[in-house]
């Protein structure tokens, strides 16, 4: 078609216009870095007769530093104009009429947009999130370029930040242009805060933010802390608390008398940084000093108890501690954060989609129809693990660490002896029952014992009943609320006895039934009613039994309190070690029943804990993983046993690595990925894989998958080199055999020109960007 553009991506708009428009209503619900680049144009054709049509297409990576840069990319489009011709003649021309740019401010909130005319004048300006024009000033310019750079590099590889038909080219092509990021990101550093941060962070911090830890990410997989020691020093001398990155920095080019230097004189600046205890922290797990690594854990928890970082900090070292027990309880401490989506413009539906595929690629490298399987286990797919994000999924790693460490059994056993069991509880409201009912029938023994005259001889002046009132024993009192009830009751004796001398009329309601009266009644309306027809004495009498029961009723109260007192310490220490878990068994022999009654009444809470709603989920989560986990290497024993083959598709192998890489069985998930990658394409079991082999420093075979991510990459127009999972890997390798090895390596295995141009472009920038090892 001659109106499309040629191997770049588009979505033709049903309306003209709409994509603009929805990216303005989008802009009040960006809270971070934002939506990517978005990238407008108009085509009409040569022939008036023919309507001109619109389309759009998402790109990063292009320079946002001026208007000129953004105009040169869609001045560029125009040479991508797909000009097909018919045998017999030349297709309709079409050509682009203009075009808009836009790029996201993420420090100050703005959309910087730049139309362009072809041909005709540039103009470029501001957007707010009310739709008002504002003028892009210089300072606008800078943040627009580090905030399109940014987003280039953090989210290069996320998965979350995936749109179909986007287009990702190198943000940092030549060293030249690294400088300038450099440059932009130290003059706008100390507003990096503004930018917010991980989901692991609440408040972003100056060390703690997008901007951090973008330059953190380039410098750490190029292997070139150098770079990033040249730019935290410069900082640290306007800010202390920048020690955090900079001694990071010094650990990483082996300097570490200077991280420790730079530590202590920040630490004696900012006592109060937790960023700071937690570097000297990690150090310290390093050189095997985990004692002293706890107490700087356990300072930064209470400077910063709000953050999930500093507990989960605590729970890593607790773990390297082997102290399970307060690892788990530190974990159910963690504050935990509602995750938050990548900013991303949702789009109305596209008339239609173009997404052209490169000629010079090779598809059969990466759509193998032989070994496509489309159905998979329903039980690997309603597996929860996989949908957890931000500190949840931090929190299950943690969890996951806990139970490869010690197993599921032991785990249990831990979560026991800190939390309340559900089974427990059930046995303590028992038992709390059974107190109340003994208590209660003694006082009912007590007031048995005070005679109480008869009806005939209770009568008021004027010759009426006075009405006895019988405490009823079916009270569902609480124990805690006996002693500010004995107290009412007192204070209402007190209140009968002033107003019986004020009082003198008779009570209607003095006939009503005794069983009506409930125990409320006796201490707030009871003494009022009856003692409106007593006289004083009769009031003075009824009294002095009434205080004389009182008594007696708490004299047996303290002593039975007493004799559970004594009977929790007798058996606390028992409790601790085995605590109970289940009710006790209705075949107990009756010599028995006596002790482990007083057993059950006596059981306290006091050193248990409640476990919290989200960590029990994560159990249920993790028991899920471990039961499919078990039941595959079940299976997989029994038919090596029967020497049978054991046969599964692709996606349900590449489900199964990835379960074995959460549950950190390493083997088990690389044996899973190799599998799935025989039976299908899958470009995160290659990506695993590519991490497995650059760890174990296999060349032959990570060049191999390297050749298919990286085909893959090109066929959906993602054209960036640096920072990519595939560069960062091959980085490695290259620090571990030198560059010399690795492009013999990929020599040897007699790739198509085109692939080997391809794979060229990772080790002409190792040699441009002087990664280690490119020297050799």
């Not at 990410?217 to 900079?246: G, M, N, T």
């Not at 990071?248 to 960023?275: F, H, R």
């Not at 009506?516 to 009644?521: A, C, G, P």
């Not at 028992?574 to 057993?599: F, G, H, L």
């Amino acid at each position: 078609m001659g109106d499309n553009l040629r191997d770049i991506p588009e979505f033709i708009e049903r309306e003209m216009g709409e994509s603009l428009q929805a990216r303005l209503d989008a802009l009040g619900t960006f809270k971070e870095l934002g939506a990517p680049d978005l990238c407008h144009i108009i085509k009409v054709n040569v022939k008036p007769a023919i309507k001109e049509t619109s389309s759009y297409h998402y790109v990063s990576g292009i320079d946002a530093s001026s208007s000129a840069s953004l105009a040169a990319y869609l001045n560029s489009l125009t040479y991508a104009m797909d000009e097909t011709h018919a045998w017999f003649s030349k297709s309709a021309q079409w050509r682009i009429r203009s075009g808009v740019y836009c790029c996201y401010n993420a420090f100050s909130r703005v959309d910087v947009r730049v139309e362009v005319k072809i041909p005709g004048g540039v103009e470029s300006y501001a957007i707010n999130v009310r739709g008002e024009r504002q003028e892009a000033t210089a300072a606008i310019w800078q943040e627009t370029y580090v905030s399109a750079m940014l987003r280039s590099i953090l989210y290069s590889d996320d998965a979350n930040y995936r749109i179909p038909g986007f287009r990702k080219l190198d943000p940092i092509p030549d060293v030249s242009a690294q400088n300038r990021f450099f440059e932009a990101a130290e003059q706008l550093f100390f507003k990096g805060s503004l930018l917010g941060s991980n989901p692991e962070i609440q408040l972003p911090t100056v060390v703690n933010n997008h901007l951090t830890a973008a330059v953190m990410k380039y410098c750490q997989e190029s292997f070139r802390f150098d770079l990033a020691v040249q730019f935290f020093e410069r900082l640290f001398r306007l800010e202390p608390e920048v020690a955090s990155l900079l001694a990071q920095s010094y650990i990483g080019t082996d300097e570490e008398l200077k991280a420790i230097n730079v530590l202590y004189d920040a630490l004696k600046q900012m006592p109060q940084s937790y960023a700071l205890l937690h570097v000297q922290a990690d150090f310290l797990r390093g050189k095997g000093k985990l004692e002293m690594a706890l107490r700087l854990a356990k300072q930064a928890v209470n400077l910063a108890p709000s953050e999930f970082i500093t507990w989960a900090k605590l729970t890593e070292v607790y773990i390297d501690l082997g102290d399970y027990e307060s690892a788990l309880l530190t974990l159910n401490s963690c504050p935990m954060f509602t995750f938050s989506e990548r900013d991303l413009q949702r789009m109305p539906k596209a008339a239609k989609a173009h997404l052209p595929i490169r000629s010079d690629i090779d598809l059969s490298l990466i759509d193998d129809e032989t070994g496509r399987e489309h159905e998979a286990d329903p039980a690997l797919l309603r597996l929860p693990a996989p949908s957890l994000r931000g500190t949840f999924s931090s929190a299950y790693n943690l969890l996951t660490r806990l139970v490869s460490k010690i197993g599921w059994d032991e785990l249990l056993r831990c979560r026991s002896l800190v939390f309340v069991m559900e089974e427990e509880y059930r046995m303590q409201k028992e038992a709390e029952e059974t107190m109340r009912k003994g208590s209660q029938a003694k006082v009912m023994a007590h007031h048995d014992e005070i005679e109480v005259p008869s009806r005939d001889q209770l009568l008021s002046p004027n010759g009426t009943p006075i009405p006895i009132i019988k405490i009823s024993t079916e009270s569902e009192r609480e124990r805690e609320q006996e002693e500010a009830e004995e107290e009412a009751r007192a204070n209402a004796v007190e209140a009968a006895l002033e107003k019986a001398k004020e009082e003198s009329a008779a009570d209607d309601n003095a006939d009503r039934s005794m069983e009506e009266i409930k125990l409320d009644d006796l201490s707030i309306h009871s003494d009022k009613d009856q003692d409106t027809e007593k006289d004083q004495d009769e009031v003075e009498a009824d009294a002095e039994v009434e205080a004389e029961t009182e008594d007696k009723d708490k004299e047996a109260e303290e002593e039975k309190a007493e004799e559970v007192v004594v009977d929790q310490s007798a058996i606390k220490s028992k409790q601790i070690e085995k605590p109970s878990i289940a009710a006790a068994s209705s075949s107990d022999d009756e010599d028995n029943s006596n002790e482990e009654e007083e057993v059950e009444l006596s059981f306290s809470f006091s050193n248990k804990r409640l476990c919290d709603r989200w960590l029990d989920n994560l159990f249920m989560v993790l028991y899920e993983d471990l039961r499919q986990y078990t039941i595959w290497r079940a299976e997989v024993q029994h038919f090596r046993t029967v020497n049978a083959p054991y046969r599964k598709s692709g996606t349900d192998w590449e489900i199964y690595g990835d379960l074995a890489t959460r549950l950190h069985h390493r083997e088990e998930a690389k044996d899973a990925y190799q599998k799935c990658a025989e039976q299908k394409f899958s470009a995160k079991a290659l990506l695993r894989l590519l991490e497995i082999y650059s760890d174990e420093t296999n060349l032959h075979r990570a060049m191999e998958v390297a050749i298919k991510l990286c085909v893959y990459q090109e066929r959906w127009y993602h054209e960036t080199i640096f920072p990519t999972a595939i560069a960062h890997n091959l980085n490695k390798l290259i620090q571990a055999e030198g560059l010399a090895k690795v492009q013999n390596t990929l020599i040897a295995l007699n790739t198509s020109p085109a692939v080997f141009k391809l794979m060229s472009r990772y080790f002409n920038r190792a040699k441009t960007f002087d990664v280690p090892g490119s020297g050799r």
